[in-house]
């Protein structure tokens, strides 16, 4: 056999390997293994076509050209990566998957044999990636250099625990870290690659490790001073491949879900205890603008897997900080349309997809809704708008729309009954001995805060916790459920007017809003402080 840097640029040697590989499959299958190069050139990147009795006795002969090499032959005469040599053997072993390895032990032997070459030039070859050397032999040498580096860490894990063992024991796992970590694609072939190695590296170090990736992930990128960079440097890959000019064809889509996966898999990790780091930063450098944008591009292309990522990653968002800020931002990106969409289409998202909505629905979105400037923010959830209907019909997720319908209604109507509060104690102007509160209601948003002067009108001011439980209350504890559509404004006045003493109390009108799906309660709660001349002091709320 030809030693493999000694290719021979044969035209028309190659050429008849070409025909034989398209013609006669097995003939060049068996010439290649005879110690034909250019056959076995061919039959690297034409193992779809050959026969599959063929294709142990062609890895073993593709691992044999590997370890056929030595540590000088990394590099070329001139001291630059050398390319070709590996090129051709990475191909043919990466395009084998995992269960022909698990049938077929020999390729795992000879495969195993050759990964301390294939480790030496991978750490050489990250190296020059990460220093942005020249790269030569082929015109898109570092593209090609990139993706190689990929093919040899995926062939370590696909033959199974013999890659595993020498990926740990051999330090891989920082190698391609760094590589991902440390490298700025200059296109976007190039951050498709580096979105692929990170989910590799990650599905490879969740299979065999313990302890939290993230962590892992943190703690390489603090040892290279990049701890506070890495969403950045995830949003920026993101923002190249949605500012090409490219159509939505396949590869668009399929650059998009790489990018996604990767930033979903930086903002969340199962059974990672309390919130990634990567959370504040996303926040600040404007992902959730980014993400709500690109879901928007995909439900209108029907890109699903991207969809679910989008919804997911706001979902992992949101139910974390449980901003107002965040949600806003949502919400104005049309978040509830959206939701509608997604509902529509349920059955052609991803399980991904499919549990962010429900927790969506279920879990952030009611929270939200305690909030005036949120809800102003629903108008999508309008009685009278389009959505209703469409939704009510879908079997999956009737319940939680229902649910958050009735619960819209009831608070929107809530804050339109309430005066407008603003966080800071408000006064109507009337006289204690005011006995109307709807009349006090409708004047209070026309009176001045600060001229206001003690004891001598009816103060407002809106409270809400999860948390709180209060004493039972005597007669100014009013209780409603969410079928009742306003808050019983004038029920309060009847509490508090024409009683015996004239003191200042306080009450507190409790609003207890019963979730359909769960035995759970959410309150809110109106403070009021009120001076009247004929009054019975109730006992406060501990």
């Known amino acids: 056999m030809s030693h493999p840097r000694q290719y021979i640029r044969s035209e028309a040697r190659l050429s008849v390997a070409l025909q034989n590989v398209s013609q006669h499959p097995s003939l060049a299958a068996r010439r290649a293994l005879d110690g034909s190069m250019e056959h076995g050139l061919v039959v690297a990147r034409n193992l779809k076509t050959i026969p599959r009795t063929f294709h142990s006795a062609l890895v073993r002969m593709y691992a044999r050209w590997l370890t056929a090499l030595n540590g000088g032959d990394i590099l070329d005469e001139n001291g630059q990566l050398e390319v070709a040599a590996f090129d051709t053997p990475i191909h043919a072993l990466h395009h084998m998957k995992r269960p022909f390895f698990e049938s077929n032990p020999a390729a795992v032997s000879a495969v195993t044999e050759s990964l301390p070459i294939l480790r030496a030039w991978l750490s050489i070859a990250v190296r020059c990636i990460i220093r942005n050397q020249r790269l030569s032999g082929f015109p898109d040498g570092r593209v090609r250099v990139m993706l190689r580096a990929l093919n040899v860490f995926v062939i370590m894990r696909r033959i199974g625990e013999n890659g595993s063992q020498f990926i740990a024991e051999h330090h891989v796992y920082n190698t391609v870290t760094d590589l991902w970590l440390q490298t700025r694609g200059q296109d976007t072939r190039e951050d498709k690659i580096l979105s692929a190695i990170f989910m590799e590296l990650k599905n490879e170090y969740i299979n065999h490790n313990s302890g939290s ?33 490219e159509e939505h064809n396949r590869q668009y889509e399929l650059s998009i879900d790489a990018h996604l996966a990767t930033l979903y898999a930086l903002v969340y990790e199962q059974g990672f205890i309390g919130t990634p780091r990567t959370h504040k930063g996303f926040i600040v450098l404007g992902g959730v603008q980014m993400v709500m944008k690109l879901l928007d591009s995909s439900l209108e292309h029907s890109m699903w897997l991207s969809s679910g990522y989008c919804l997911a990653i706001v979902a992992n968002i949101l139910g974390s900080s449980r901003s107002q800020r965040c949600i806003s931002i949502a919400l104005t990106a049309n978040l509830v349309q959206h939701l509608s969409t997604g509902t529509r289409a349920f059955d052609r998202l991803q399980d991904l997809g499919r549990s962010s909505i429900q927790m969506l629905l279920r879990d952030i979105l009611p929270d939200f809704l305690l909030f005036r400037s949120i809800i102003k923010l629903c108008d ?31 608070r929107l109507e809530a804050y339109r009954s309430a005066p407008r509060l603003d966080g800071r104690w408000r006064t109507c102007g009337h006289k204690a001995d005011c006995d109307d509160l709807k009349q006090i209601r409708d004047s209070h948003m026309r009176t001045n805060p600060e001229s206001f002067q003690p004891n001598e009108g009816i103060h407002i001011r809106y409270e809400s916790t999860k948390d709180w439980s209060p004493t039972t209350m005597a007669s100014g504890d009013i209780q409603i459920d969410d079928t009742t559509s306003v808050i019983p404004l004038l029920q309060i006045c009847d509490i508090l007017k024409g009683e015996e003493n004239s003191s200042v109390v306080d009450t507190i009108v409790k609003i207890t809003f019963r979730r359909h799906y769960k035995q759970e309660k959410t309150f809110l709660y109106f403070k009021a402080r009120v001076d009247v001349k004929k009054s019975k002091e109730f006992p406060m709320a501990s």
């Open 213 to 245: 990736f993230l962590q892992f992930i943190f703690e390489r990128a603090d040892a290279r001073g990049l701890g506070d960079t890495i969403i950045d440097l995830q949003l920026s890959r993101l923002d190249m491949a949605l500012s090409c000019d």
């Open 380 to 410: 999508g959830l309008n009685e009278g708008g389009m959505l209703r209907p469409a939704l009510r019909n879908n079997s999956h997720l009737k319940e939680d729309w229902d649910h958050l319908f009735a619960l819209y209604d009831f």
